[in-house]
């Protein structure tokens, strides 16, 4: 399964502009391993259906509605791909609407097609018992912010596997996902699966955006990709399936529906087009065909030939026989309308959980599957403890980290969910003081710091291989594969400035190149002066600015000249005892960005060696209480400083050219820096102490 990663807040795609059904993508590989040479998907999957069908159909017959059950699987990280159950209710209307010929659109239907328009006598109901036989309101619910992404090209990380479909036999399983992911194809909307396949992912996947024409609905979809994806589940193929080639009624299998070279994109009906000319009689596309790829203001009709398919799977225990017999409905009580217990459920309504001591957070009840009659949350640590408040707002004024419970009822039964360590609160003055440095070459370097990454493993993480003074740094880790104007931000542990006497800056170095010479990965710097609450930019690099390297794609620093150095002043803000800063990088899809060296102080963590460092010698190196600093060459009135990993200086003296020993024994075991400085130049090289 997928690697867990921290959520980015405010993560956003760059959608294509071509949006499409993944279903035959997806089931062609499903099936890829069992075509005989020469045969494709949709070729096994006729060859392998074990039932014919019957087109002998009269259109005027009135046949008894047959009922579908339905459950909705809501995979979501509490955003807005959680989505409400009248929206899931409005899609639902949808449905029913198009399948039963009750569309508001049937008007649209063209004359030409309008006496081969077809009700499929088919109803969707929300499931009222779920397997277990709980009450259920057709709808689940799981925080799962990895699978909120599904992708949908490898088996192993669907979303249905990390939310099991219930019986396929009896409900018509349906998962709401944040995207669908792809490579080269397109948006996603959704896809299906096909009858007689695997009954583990059986079942159709869709974006949180396409359900319903409320809520988070796309308004320009009208509810139809649903529509189109349970086309498939029933067994429709696209009417462009084969193109303009005829073979066995065509390709989508169906007679009475003319053949279409292409996908249909947009609303080209009132252009009456005619894409293939082979066909006899030749006839206009059905551009209006709920399985073709028009907006779906455009979508209003199936076909008769479509629904004598369908009725051939509905009328099959090897395709969806089960789905609508009577045991089926007893067992899903689809027919029924029972009052269930309710779900405990909540989420924070503000912009973070990590806050200072006197803030505020707005909590919301996302409760489910129950009317609730009843509530009680409890607050450990917050101001006030107990509510009753369906929304409630609470203070927190001791720092520590803080746990939150949400119990609801009503005459059915109750439930309670508990958040450990839920809430953080931290000191109106920091822990750390300054100076404060970070060089990242210790396992813990990053404790306490908030490093934002994605999904697809985008983000901040600890290099261990590359740094400017040692062998790791913090790496925004940017490729050609990451989204464009996605904001990634790194947040320091706060520190409190106001112990530390004299001027204070930021001190860091970085390294970048460009993936291409026209465009550039951006690079800020931010501080806050209210806990996080709002940010000023201290500084922005881009283009010429950030570049230290040249243009490559996935070029990384492999020496001290691929690194620059910067500081920016903050004395300005030495009275403040809780100072944040963060370092924020904004992809244009390029090369990673490197910083090293992090400090807030007087003095930079370490200097550039503006000479080959191989001319400074130390030994020996780890040390106890004397060093030998030697130089490869002669060097006029030089001086040896070391500073200690905050940029702190600790010791300074000559360097006498006949006595070239420095005295450490005041020095405690750690990491240091040794700076000989000249008039001739500037040298720098790690010392360890180890007594």
């Not at 508990?418 to 003081?433: G, N, S, Y």
């Not at 400017?468 to 490729?479: A, F, K, P, R, T």
């Amino acid at each position: 399964m997928k690697k867990i990663l921290h959520i980015l807040l405010g993560l956003s795609f760059t959608l294509a502009a071509t949006a499409q059904c993944g279903t035959d993508e997806y089931n062609r590989r499903l099936v890829q391993d069992k075509v005989q040479p020469g045969e494709n998907y949709v070729d096994y999957l006729e060859r392998t259906r074990g039932f014919e069908f019957d087109e002998n159909y009269n259109a005027k017959t009135k046949k008894a509605i047959r009922t579908i059950p339905v459950v909705f699987h809501i995979v979501h990280a509490y955003g807005e791909e959680n989505i409400s159950k009248a929206q899931i209710e409005d899609q639902m209307r949808i449905i029913n609407e198009d399948f039963q010929r009750l569309n508001a659109d049937t008007s649209s239907t063209r004359a030409y097609f309008k006496s081969r328009a077809a009700n499929f006598e088919l109803e969707f109901k929300l499931a009222r018992i779920a397997p277990d036989g709980s009450c259920t309101e057709g709808i689940t619910r799981t925080y799962d912010p990895i699978n909120t992404f599904e992708n949908y090209s490898d088996f192993d990380e669907e979303v249905k596997t990390a939310v099991k479909p219930w019986d396929r036999s009896k409900y018509l399983n349906i998962w709401i996902v944040s995207e669908i992911l792809s490579t080269g194809e397109g948006t996603i909307l959704g896809y299906a699966q096909f009858p007689g396949q695997g009954s583990s992912t059986d079942g159709v996947v869709e974006i949180h955006d396409r359900i319903g024409t409320i809520g988070t609905a796309n308004a320009g979809d009208k509810g139809r990709t649903l529509t189109h994806e349970i086309g498939h589940w029933l067994g429709l193929y696209h009417p462009f399936q084969g193109g303009c080639t005829s073979n066995n009624n065509w390709t989508d299998r169906v007679s009475d529906t003319p053949p279409v070279k292409e996908s249909s994109f947009g609303c080209t009906a009132s252009q009456n087009p005619n894409t293939c000319s082979n066909d006899f009689p030749n006839e206009i596309d059905n551009v209006e065909n709920f399985m073709d790829y028009a907006n779906g203001s455009c979508m209003n009709m199936f076909t008769n030939g479509q629904k004598s398919r369908v009725n051939g799977y509905l009328g099959s225990t090897s395709g969806r026989g089960t789905n609508v017999s009577a045991a089926t409905l007893a067992a899903t009580g689809v027919n029924t309308n029972p009052s269930c217990g309710p779900i405990a459920d909540f989420w924070y309504d503000s912009d973070k959980t990590t806050i200072c001591a006197g803030g505020t957070i707005d909590f919301k009840d996302l409760s489910y599957d129950g009317v609730i009659t009843s509530r009680t949350w409890t607050f450990s640590g917050g101001t006030p403890s107990v509510s009753t408040f369906e929304d409630p707002t609470v203070t927190y004024n001791t720092p520590g980290v803080y746990k939150v419970e949400l119990e609801v009822s009503n005459n059915e039964g109750s439930d309670k969910m508990e958040r450990d360590f839920f809430i953080t609160v931290l000191p109106t003055t920091a822990v750390l003081q300054s100076p404060y440095g970070q060089d990242f070459e210790s396992n813990n370097s990053i404790n306490g710091w908030d490093l934002q990454t994605d999904y697809f493993g985008n983000g901040w993480d600890r290099n261990t291989s590359i740094g400017y003074s040692g062998n790791e740094s913090l790496e925004m880790v940017i490729d050609a594969q990451t989204p464009g104007s996605t904001r990634y931000s790194v947040l320091l542990p706060p520190v409190d400035l106001t112990t530390y006497a004299g001027s204070v800056s930021i001190h860091y170095k970085y390294a970048y190149a460009r993936r291409v010479s026209t465009a550039s990965e951006i690079l800020l710097v931010l501080i806050s002066e209210n806990c996080g609450e709002t940010w000023r930019t201290l500084k922005a690099y881009n283009g010429d600015k950030l570049t230290t390297g040249p243009t490559s794609p996935g070029w990384t620093p492999s020496s001290v000249s691929d690194w620059a150095r910067n500081e920016i002043d903050v004395t300005p803000y030495n009275d403040n005892t809780n100072l944040f800063i963060r370092f924020d990088v904004i992809s244009q899809s390029g090369n990673s960005v490197f910083l090293d060296d992090i400090n807030i102080g007087d003095f930079a963590l370490s200097v550039p060696s503006y000479e080959n460092d191989f001319e400074l010698s130390i030994i020996p190196n780890p040390a106890q209480n004397f060093v030998q600093v030697k130089m490869a060459k002669n060097v006029n009135d030089a001086i040896v400083s070391i500073v200690d990993i905050t940029g702190r200086l600790l010791l300074q003296q000559n360097l006498d050219p006949s006595n070239q020993s420095i005295n450490t024994t005041d020095l405690t075991n750690g990491v240091y820096t040794v700076v000989v400085t000249s008039q001739d130049g500037e040298w720098s090289k790690k010392l360890i102490i180890n007594k």
